[in-house]
């Protein structure tokens, strides 16, 4: 007995089923009734028994028909919901998207684009992670995340890296500091001041340290902390000024803070979509760095490319 059917053959079998002759299941698929006919008597053949009882005035579903039906029809409707699902996957309307990004673009940036995504793409899954620019790009090197969004410095040279904003290093301070009536600082002029740090391994450190001793100065460092929430705190508190970039101006609005640009060199990030070149990138991933390029809806003191 072999049991080697096709989907189509499977297919054959429910239109005889459920029209009830081999003539209306012809004229339902649009065959000729005596290969339907040919296509029936081979599944016979090969699952070794009567699937319909023929007589002069009509055909009958054997009970092992009625039972080899039930498990056709569970194999053609899984068959074809995963095609169903291969061919969204294909037009980019199913899948799955990982991201991986800096806190600040997951709080700011990313919200309005997945929400246009979500519109178009509704049963695509997209998951979202966080963490410091080195474990976005850890996480796109090791394949856990399709897509990164992260500042980045140097361009490293085993990733695909397109930039898609700026935003601008900026100042920040309590209403009442003096630095309130300013309209600029030059990292210089803040280095004067109570410095409270981010941690080492922030961009935003890294960032500020480039431009200070770029200005050929340094911090007068007070208090460090790798939390944005925290640093803001810690200004509003009177403990000193801090130097944030726009797209994180937002996330501190709660500590009530004045900020200013820096200059002197006037320093910019550069905001970048990242992948791993030699990961595949399925159309709804590729749709969703589009939809990053087209998003034009930019936070303070950010400029999209």
């Known amino acids: 007995m072999s049991m080697d059917l096709t989907v189509q053959q499977l297919r054959l079998v429910l239109a005889v089923h459920d ?22 008597r081979d599944v016979e053949r ?10 002069t005035r009509q055909l009958v579903t054997t009970p092992e028909g009625v039972e080899f ?24 309307s199913r899948g799955r998207v990982r991201v991986a990004a800096l806190p600040s673009m997951a709080a700011i940036l990313l919200p309005p684009v997945v929400s246009a995504y979500r519109a178009e793409h509704p049963d695509v899954e997209l998951s979202i992670t966080d963490g410091m620019s080195d474990e976005v790009l850890a996480e796109v090197r090791a394949g856990t995340a399709d897509l990164g969004v ?24 309590p209403p009442e500091h003096r630095f309130a009536a300013r309209a600029a600082l030059t990292w210089a002029e803040l280095a004067g001041e109570p410095h409270i740090a981010f941690g080492a391994d922030s961009s935003i450190r890294q960032h500020a340290d480039r431009s200070f001793a770029a200005a050929g100065t340094r911090p007068r460092v007070v208090l460090e902390s790798g939390n944005i929430t925290a640093v803001a705190g810690l200004v509003a508190a009177g403990l000193g000024t801090a130097v944030m970039p726009g797209t994180v101006l937002p996330l501190v609005a709660f500590a009530g803070l004045a900020h200013v640009p820096l200059t002197e060199p006037e320093t910019h990030r550069r905001i970048a979509v990242i992948r791993a070149p030699h990961h595949p ?25």
């Open 281 to 305: 990138q399925p159309p709804a991933t590729r749709a969703f760095t589009e939809a990053l390029t087209r998003a034009r809806t930019p936070a303070p003191e950010t400029s999209w490319l």
């Open 150 to 173: 992260t500042v980045v410095a140097e361009p490293p040279l085993d990733l695909v890296v397109l930039p898609i904003a700026t935003d601008r290093m900026c100042a920040v301070f």
């Open 19 to 40: 029209t009830g002759g081999f003539t209306p299941a012809a004229e339902r698929l649009h065959l000729a009734q005596s290969s339907i006919s040919r296509a029936v």
């Open 46 to 55: 090969r699952v070794g028994t009567t699937l319909f009882r023929r007589t």
């Open 69 to 92: 039906c039930l498990v056709a029809r569970r194999v053609v409707e899984s068959f074809d919901a995963g095609i169903n699902h291969f061919q969204g996957f294909l037009a980019g």
